[in-house]
């Protein structure tokens, strides 16, 4: 673990008054010592009034040009440790963009629409079986009446010799012709049914038209990852900018200090009016604001890292990473980064795999408009079998196999409206993919313009800082010899913290803007992974 803490050079951010950001430039690596903390009186034999450190007494006489007195020495602020430091293990860009992709919550509702698109991929997939029914039997029949058919008398003759029949061995025999009636009847059944025609008209449409849909949901799980992932990037980089712009109010609170002790003095030695050391004092007063507003602004900014890459409460987050280097440049034009974005980005893929689709639907809808052809085959087994007579109290097995042919005219009008509407949500779906087109053609300009202003910044604040910084020099040494005045101080201190954040917001948005970039180009997607 390494702490550093910045020197009064490079450092910028956006907005001072509401959040301010980052510190960077030419660190001095030195021992952090705890100094006096706000409102810290002067040292001893130093004039102050009550409650105004460095104020001479009310209604006291400013003492004539060049009489000596004791000077009065301005207390350090010390920079928050626990916001400076730095580890080599620590949190990078990178390792914040990939946990919030895996952990993001939007990604994981996406992840579910694709589960459920593989489900009905495997259903569609299942129509390309056979049907196969079975079917197990038993009916109780109601009493009737057994219906006869007459009685016959049939003459028998014992006689075995072949020859003429001895009428002495012949003897008449009753016979009733009816049928047996079996109240409880039994009954196994098999059958299978292939639909021949519907393979061709509908369940390959059906299937295909999975297949599609599930590419799609695979689109959009690799968009929502890729999104969190760099939001949860854009977010690392807020919350260094954060951190650090309580390093800038912390420095621009020693400024105001310093001129505040400074107005103390060249009031004792009569070079300054009480109206300057009150000045100094409202600077000292707001600046000790703008510092508690920035520690604010760290704490929720390390709040929205934390819900980007959903972290236990209790883990520490430190940075691993720092704004000193320089971003690589981005080589390439605005065509052909748009040219890359349109074929790399998944929502355009994800648009042309839902139309085609939707273009397989109507095409199974429109199937009803013809007739379906089907083979079938069914085993019985059964007691009593029906096509056994006479019927007998016993298991019998039969089968049968045949093809029929149906066609059901009423359902050409609800077949052709279904498929209109799945063409016009194709339709629908090419009319929003131009629209995305169009939005990404804007956000590839806008990411690459971003990266170029950004670049320009850093370098045009660079030589912001440096004449901000000698010109509060300047004013400052003016000032203690009482040659300049103190509101020509006070705009040089407001100058140097205006380039201190002007520095540092450049060197965080040239990485933020080279993040929405790759973004834009879809770089980012290169590297998801869908379960």
């Given amino acids: 673990m390494r702490t550093f803490i ?8 956006a907005v001072f008054g509401g959040m301010m950001f980052l510190a960077t430039g030419a660190w001095a690596q030195q021992p952090t010592r705890p100094g006096p903390q706000p409102g810290t009186p002067p040292p001893a034999g130093a004039q102050a009034a009550p409650g105004r450190p460095g104020a001479a007494p009310a209604g006291a006489q400013a003492p004539k040009p060049g009489a000596a007195a004791p000077a009065v020495t301005a ?6 440790t626990e916001l400076t430091e730095f580890s080599e293990s620590g949190l990078t860009s990178e390792q914040v963009g990939q946990r919030a992709a895996t952990t993001s919550f939007q990604a994981k509702a996406q992840q579910e629409a694709l589960n459920s698109a593989q489900a009905k991929v495997d259903a569609a997939w299942a129509g390309f079986l056979p049907k196969i029914t079975g079917t197990a039997r038993y009916t109780r029949l109601s009493t009737i009446t057994p219906q006869s058919f007459g009685s016959f008398t049939v003459v028998g003759t014992s006689q075995t010799a072949p020859g003429p029949v001895d009428p002495n061995t012949t003897s008449p025999v009753p016979f009733n012709f009816s049928f047996p009636i079996f109240l409880n009847q039994y009954a196994l059944q098999g059958g299978i049914t292939i639909p021949i025609s519907d393979y061709f008209l509908s369940i390959n449409q ?3 038209a999975a297949t599609h849909a599930e590419t799609a949901a695979r689109f959009d799980v690799a968009t929502a990852r890729a999104k969190s992932g760099a939001d949860g990037r854009v977010a690392f980089y807020n919350w260094l900018r954060a951190r650090n712009q309580v390093v800038v109010a912390v420095l621009a609170l020693q400024d105001q200090r310093n001129h505040l002790t400074d107005a103390t003095n060249q009031f004792t030695v009569g070079n300054a009016s009480r109206a300057d050391v009150l000045r100094a004092e409202t600077n000292v007063a707001a600046a000790e604001l703008t510092v508690e507003q920035a520690k604010n602004a760290s704490d929720l900014n390390e709040k929205q890292v934390r819900i980007a ?16 280097a320089s971003p690589a440049p981005m080589q390439g034009n605005v065509k052909a980064f748009t040219e890359e974005a349109l074929a790399s980005r998944f929502e355009v893929k994800s648009a042309d795999a839902n139309a085609e689709s939707a ?23 059964q007691n009593p079998n029906q096509r056994i007579v006479p019927a007998t109290d016993q298991w019998r097995a039969t089968w049968d196999l045949g093809a029929q042919l149906t066609w059901t005219p009423t359902d050409i009008p609800a077949a052709g409206a279904n498929a209109s509407s799945f063409e016009a949500q194709a339709a629908q779906i090419e009319a929003n993919k131009q629209v995305t087109r169009d939005g990404i053609e804007v956000e590839v300009m806008q990411a690459y313009q971003q990266v170029k202003e950004a670049d320009f910044s850093t370098e045009s604040t660079k030589r912001q800082l440096a004449s901000a ?9 003016l000032f203690n010899a009482g040659r300049g005045t103190s509101t020509t101080l006070t705009d040089s201190e407001t100058e140097l913290t205006r380039a201190r954040l002007a520095e ?5 948005d040239a990485r933020i803007a080279r993040v929405r970039l790759e973004h834009a180009l879809g770089r980012d997607t290169k590297n998801v992974k869908i379960q």
């Fill in 469 to 477: 910084t000698e010109a509060y020099r300047v004013a400052r040494e």
């Fill in 359 to 381: 273009r397989r639907q109507a095409k199974a809808q429109r199937a009803g408009n013809y007739p379906s052809l089907s083979a079938f085959g069914n085993v019985y087994y």
């Fill in 6 to 13: 910045r020197s009064t050079l490079p450092i910028s951010t």
């Fill in 206 to 208: 059906r299937y295909t």
């Fill in 75 to 80: 207390p350090t602020e010390r920079i928050p």
């Fill in 309 to 324: 890459i959903h972290a236990k409460e209790d883990e520490r987050l430190v940075p691993g990473e720092g704004l000193d």
């Fill in 504 to 508: 540092l917001n450049a060197r965080v």
